[in-house]
């Protein structure tokens, strides 16, 4: 049976992509079955993130609109034994879409020890869809205050939508908030959100480094800290570091 994580934010760009290609690559290297289902619309990424893009032919849009079997569309990351990615369609209309997101990881419920969504940026349509089939949410955040507002907001629209477990991940912390004022500013992070911290993620020239490379995550601080998450996400019980 699959545990469905939907990694979301309200602002763009605070890695939601890097941390669900991470997170997948190292729960994979811990021998679990894993699939990441690239769900923003139009904007697919996750392909070039994992070194995919060559090879695909079908997406998740062909497998919503039954043009294609699901198998069709499932493509294996050859880098890393276990990992395996439905690329995102290249529509931008999330509301064709419906329930057969739910109903896709329905079917695919007993074939991966995990499924982690994708979602785009937003609480717009696409957002409702990508969040809909999942247990668990991973909103990730960068530690400045328009990004914690936004997802204060998140956690209420995931209740809404019927997603129980929320946990944080400060993703891009920079030394230097460190620097000046201890962990203060990092406690308001946590405390302006009220969720519960599974991982803080450092700013890390290795996540661009591998993303343009299209290798997927495997060294370098924010690496350890994703697997410190993966570890917690496989309920052990493995300390938060206060400092970078
Ligand atoms: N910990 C990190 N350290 C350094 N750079 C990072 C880190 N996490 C993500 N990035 C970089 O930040 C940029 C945005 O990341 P990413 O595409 O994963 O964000 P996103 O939330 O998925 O964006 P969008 O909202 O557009 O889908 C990328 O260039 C990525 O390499
Ligand atoms: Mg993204």
Redesign the pocket.
Known sequence: MSRIIVVT?GK????????AAALGTALAKRGKKVLLIDC?WG?R?LDLILGVSGEMVFDLGDILNSDCEISKAIYSVDSVEGLFLIPAPTFTDADSAGDNLKRLCRALYNNFDYIFI?S??GIENGFRVAVSPAQLALV?VTPDPVCIRDAERVGEMLKEYGVREHRLVI??LKKSVFRFDGTADLDKVIDGVSMQLIGI?????N??HS?VRGIPLQKGR?CAAINRIAARIEGEDVLIPRSL
């Open positions: 934010s763009g760009g605070t890695g939601k992509s890097s941390v923003d904007l990424c994708d785009p940026a990730v993703n891009k993620i450092p700013e890390d020239k996540v661009q993303a924010a």
